[in-house]
Antibody
Framework: EVQLVESGGGLVQPGGSLRLSCAAS????????MDWVRQAPGKGLEWVGR??????????EYAASVKGRFTISRDDSKNSLYLQMNSLKTEDTAVYYC?????????????WGQGTLVTVSS | QSVLTQPPSVSGAPGQRVTISCTGS?????????VHWYQQLPGTAPKLLIY???NRPSGVPDRFSGSKSGTSASLAITGLQAEDEADYYC????????????FGGGTKLTVL
């Protein structure tokens, strides 16, 4: 059974940093692109960024709203995905989901974690 | 503002048919990029509902169907049930934004 479990959320002051983790199981993690998607309270889904797999040189892409502040990384030996968030702003307050990108070619999000809440407030 | 436009809300009575539109442009849906749909039940993570415009993942009832034409896509739900009350999001790719994922703003479906 595919499982994605996020952790590391919490309350942080504006300008602060936080590192989220996503533990994956039930599939060959190293084969898949992995993304972060966030959802501000009462708002819609916003794509945050992507890390591709080793075959694609672990390249990353980011939404304009987080580029230069957030860094996505992965450790295939630990089946884990990370999101390092620096220079946090109040508008970064959201539930952060990690999501598996399917490998069929459609690049949909076929599995999601339960999400972890990040609150940026003084 | 998302490049994919969805109506904020739709509603229907049990048993009825509803459709949710996802309107894009020549740089996304109109360029031939696939549209995918997700269902997000209250308090839960999104779930893949339709992929590649009209394909259902295993386990998704055939009451849900997707279509695409020109610069728009649609999600249709027939035989509406109370448990269909959720938020629905479309997703595609936009060549002008140089990012692999764009979402629609989401549509809240209310079952009357």
């Amino acid at each position: 059974e595919v499982q994605l479990v996020e952790s590391g959320g919490g309350l942080v002051q504006p300008g602060g940093s936080l590192r989220l983790s996503c533990a994956a199981s039930g599939f060959t993690f190293s084969d898949h692109y992995m993304d972060w998607v966030r959802q501000a309270p009462g708002k819609g889904l916003e794509w945050v960024g992507r890390t591709r797999n080793k075959a694609n040189s672990y390249t990353t892409e980011y939404a304009a709203s987080v580029k230069g502040r957030f860094t996505i990384s992965r450790d295939d030996s630990k089946n884990s995905l990370y999101l390092q968030m620096n220079s946090l702003k109040t508008e970064d307050t959201a539930v952060y989901y990690c999501a598996r990108v399917d490998s069929s070619g459609y690049e949909t999000f076929d599995y999601w974690g339960q999400g972890t809440l990040v609150t940026v407030s003084s | 503002q998302s490049v994919l436009t969805q109506p904020p809300s739709v509603s229907g009575a049990p048993g009825q048919r509803v459709t949710i539109s996802c309107t894009g442009s020549s740089s996304n849906i109109g360029a031939g990029y696939d549209v995918h749909w997700y269902q997000q039940l209250p308090g839960t993570a999104p779930k893949l509902l339709i992929y590649g415009n009209s394909n259902r993942p295993s386990g998704v009832p055939d009451r849900f169907s997707g279509s695409k034409s020109g610069t728009s896509a649609s999600l249709a739900i027939t035989g509406l049930q109370a448990e269909d009350e959720a938020d629905y999001y479309c997703q595609s790719y936009d060549s002008s934004l140089s990012v692999p994922v764009v979402f629609g703003g989401g549509t809240k479906l209310t079952v009357l």
